[in-house]
């Protein structure tokens, strides 16, 4: 996100780094000033401090592993309040990076929304695609629809609500897999079909003429019964040696 307008006026907007990661934020006021704070992170790439344009603090922020608020580090401008806990933050973004919506307590994280109280994601995980779909269930990282990190919320960072940081290779090699496999189903249940065919009833089989060469081809037409680009050899031999 780049802006947040309420009412048709900018309210506030966000910079970013060529690489994605969210730097600072302008607020606009109501009497048209504006104010600049700028973002820490820790190597979870959670938020753990925003400051102003003279280098203060003007709100710190501590988690729990499953991004719950750890409210003993929560400290300035966006430090809980009692009477009021659904006012509107400071600064939006913090565990994992992601936004916090203060009236749903939750995160969105892309593709779902992530609940730090419950430690999971509110909603199901997945595809579209039936084989990606089905691939989810089967893979041992995934195989709780609605887990955060795959269990392991202190080394995994999630990037959209699919997948996470460590095991990014291992979710794209599962689609690529999954794409693989819808995009040439036809061709494998042939395939397979083919292969029962062989072992289940070889006697059903069209017999296998030899190949012959054109010469033979034009001499001997190929009988109604024979298969489409085979012809009995002639009188002279028992197979062809020669393939078209």
Known sequence: MLDEEDGGKVTKSFQY???????????YKADG??????????????????????????????????????????????K??????????????????????????????????YSPGLNRFLSRDSYNGALDDLNLSVNPWTGSRYSFGGGNPISAVEFDGHCWSWAQKVCDAASTAGNWVSE????LAETAAGAALTMLAPESRTPAWPRCSAAERS?????????????????????CSARP
């Open 80 to 113: 809980p309040d009692v009477a009021d806990p659904t006012k509107e933050p400071y600064d939006p973004y913090r565990f994992n990076g992601k936004r916090w919506d203060p009236d749903s307590q939750s995160y969105d994280m892309g593709f779902r929304d």
């Open 33 to 78: 000033s504006t104010e600049d704070a700028y973002y820490s992170y820790n190597a979870h790439t959670d938020v753990e401090q925003v400051t102003d344009s003279g280098g203060d603090t003007k709100a710190t922020y501590g988690y729990t592993a499953y991004g719950d608020d750890d409210d003993a580090h929560f400290t300035g401008i966006d």
């Open 184 to 187: 040439n189903g036809s061709a």
């Open 219 to 239: 001499a001997s037409p190929a009988p109604a019964a024979s298969p489409a680009g085979r012809w009995p050899c002639s009188a002279a031999r028992s197979r």
């Open 17 to 27: 780094s060529p690489w994605g990661q969210r730097l600072s934020q302008v607020t």
